[in-house]
């Protein structure tokens, strides 16, 4: 079974769009390829009297492998703000355990699994747990997503050395192009390229409608 967590520089910065691309990429290798959200935060009105997240509805889109959302998205939270606020306004707070539950369920039935995060690496879930703290538990080898505009490499940089601290492996980054009037991206690129000490698996150009499958990935041979 492959897998790998997907975290990113800070919230909003494509880590959605780059784990549909990653789900794709990884469809052309795999059979039973798959999606989860652990942890979501902001639900809307699903149409059949229920409520969905947005990121989980675009990971079940590029998924190859229907599963109950219980297993996909576990935690599914109302309110559009951290995790740890939206729990604590109802009442309840998010715990490791029925999330491993269901990570290792799903991993029963798939061949390949794609996790995303929620926001970025030291996001709270709760005032004892952060998303680092789930990456550890589920041991998996991250992907970190650079939203590249003005002050992505102190926040890549922060967040490569927070991961390496942690024990998990930098399996890679994906530059995504999300200020189309940066200025120098290429040097910002070149920095990256030279200190994140990890694979670019993909550089995601600005694109007026985000398409996750024209998204070229390069993945690691091992996840081939
Ligand atoms: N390369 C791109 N070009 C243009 N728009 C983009 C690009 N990448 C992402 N976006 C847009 O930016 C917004 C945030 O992207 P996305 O939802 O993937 O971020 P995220 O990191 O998953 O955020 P969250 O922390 O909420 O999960 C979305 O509206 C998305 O369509
Ligand atoms: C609601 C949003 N889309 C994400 N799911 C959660 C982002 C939490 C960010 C918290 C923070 O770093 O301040
Ligand atoms: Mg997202």
């Not at 703000?81 to 491993?100: F, G, K, N, Q, T």
């Not at 967040?159 to 024990?167: H, K, N």
């Not at 390229?193 to 600005?206: Q, S, T, V, Y």
């Amino acid at each position: 079974m492959i897998a790998c967590f997907v975290t990113g520089t800070d919230t909003g910065v494509g880590k959605t769009l780059s784990s549909c691309a990653l789900l794709h990429a990884l469809a052309q290798h795999h059979r039973r390829v798959v999606g989860m959200k652990p942890v979501a935060a902001g639900a809307e009105p699903n149409g059949q009297g229920g409520w969905t997240n947005s990121d989980s509805l675009a990971l079940r889109a590029a998924s190859g492998l229907v599963v109950a959302p219980a297993l996909d998205n576990p935690v599914l939270l109302a309110a559009p703000v951290s995790p740890h606020i939206a729990a604590a306004r109802e009442h309840c707070s998010v715990r490791l355990e029925p999330i491993v539950a269901a990570y290792q369920a799903l991993s029963q039935q798939a061949d390949a699994i794609v996790v995303e995060g929620a926001g970025g690496w030291q996001v709270p879930l709760s005032n004892h747990l952060r998303i680092a703290d789930l990456a550890i538990a589920l041991q998996l080898p991250v992907v970190l997503v650079v939203g590249l505009r003005l002050g992505c490499l102190n926040h890549a940089l922060l967040t490569a050395d927070a991961i390496r601290s942690s024990g998990l492996p930098l399996a890679g980054w994906i530059a995504n192009r999300v200020d189309p009037d940066m200025l120098e991206p290429e040097a910002n690129m070149a920095y990256l390229r030279e200190h994140l000490g990890a694979p670019l698996l993909a550089d995601i150009p600005w694109q007026a409608s985000p398409d996750a499958r024209a998204v070229r990935v390069d993945l690691p041979k091992e996840w081939q």
